[in-house]
């Protein structure tokens, strides 16, 4: 029975092999195999159910936290201090004590292992987050539109301003037109690929750096963050990830967590704030933190946010 689990977890992980998916499709499968032979195992050597059933949550306990989430944010070279471009709260009218434009977010994408994190964010989540609050057509579009032409086909990540430069120069293609898929960095666009884009401007016109430094942005920066959010304006966050941020949960929506080792540089799309922290819309799929979203804590903004961006 143990050989009939082999052959199983093989069959699954061949048939993946010809498909461009996700580690997190790789996980799930390999692990139904599995868990669907133990089951077969445990019934037919006569085991204790309460004895198999615990087995099976570990086992499905140890395979979710295997899956494997690409980051990929690099460090811009410029260093900005914060800019107040949307003023200051002292000569605005008082900020409200929340804010919440996540009714216009698209449903979270999943990057699967490719350090691809700002393509993710800025023509996955943010595009589509102005494509839909604009009532467009379209508000899906293909990251690896933008990721392939970064990297010249390898994947060593990028600063949150290298896919917003493409998009805003080229369009972006829509990701049921794309040709190579959510993973593929290696293909460039074809020429199909680039006129459809041409077809797809993108909903916003220009971007502006709120923030880029080494961290420790402070007051400074959460009330610009805030600032943004209370315009509906939505902010690209880059920063450094730590373990807190990584374990986020159904059951442990907010990352405090500004002491366990930096674990590297991400991307995402703050769409809201309230008393706890920043809301974030991730690209690690509908599975990680509260179906796809998280939240900053405020320390955590102030000590490990590197970037901030609005694109307008």
């Not at 914060?82 to 698209?106: C, H, N």
Request: net charge neutral.
């Amino acid at each position: 029975m143990l050989f009939f689990s082999d052959v199983l977890a093989a069959f699954a992980a061949s048939a993946l092999s010809r498909l461009r998916v996700c580690s997190a499709v790789v996980v799930e499968l390999r692990t139904a195999a599995f868990l669907f032979a133990w089951s077969l195992l445990c019934m037919n050597t006569h085991r204790p159910f309460a004895l198999c059933l615990l087995a099976t949550l570990s086992l499905t306990t140890t395979a979710a936290q295997a899956e494997v989430h690409g980051k990929g944010l690099k460090p811009s070279s410029l260093m900005q201090p914060v800019t107040p471009l949307f003023g200051t709260e002292s000569i605005s009218k008082p900020l409200p004590a929340s804010v919440d434009l996540t009714k216009w977010a698209i449903t979270p994408g999943n990057q699967g292992p490719v350090n691809a994190c700002a393509s993710w964010a800025v023509g996955y989540t943010l595009t589509g987050w102005y494509a839909n609050a604009n009532k467009q057509a379209h508000k899906l579009f293909a990251p690896m539109y933008l990721y392939s032409q970064i990297d010249g086909g390898v994947d060593k990540g990028s600063t949150l301003e290298a896919p917003l430069d493409v998009a805003l120069e080229q369009g972006i293609d829509t990701e049921q037109h794309y040709s190579w898929g959510d993973y593929d960095f290696k293909h460039k666009p074809t020429g199909a690929d680039r006129a459809n884009a041409a077809k797809n401007p993108t909903p916003y016109r220009k971007y502006t750096v709120l923030y880029s430094g080494v961290g420790n942005g402070g007051r400074a920066l959460i009330e610009q963050i805030k600032l943004a959010l209370a315009s509906s304006t939505p902010v690209l966050i880059g920063f450094y990830t730590r373990r807190g941020f990584d374990e986020l949960s159904p059951t442990n929506q907010v990352d405090y967590d500004i002491n366990t080792p930096k674990l590297g540089g991400h991307g995402v799309v703050a769409l809201g704030y309230d008393k706890e922290g920043l809301i974030v819309e991730n690209s690690w799929g509908t599975y990680w933190g509260n179906k796809g979203f998280g939240k900053l804590s405020w320390a955590v903004v102030a000590k490990d946010v590197i970037m901030a961006d609005v694109a307008y």
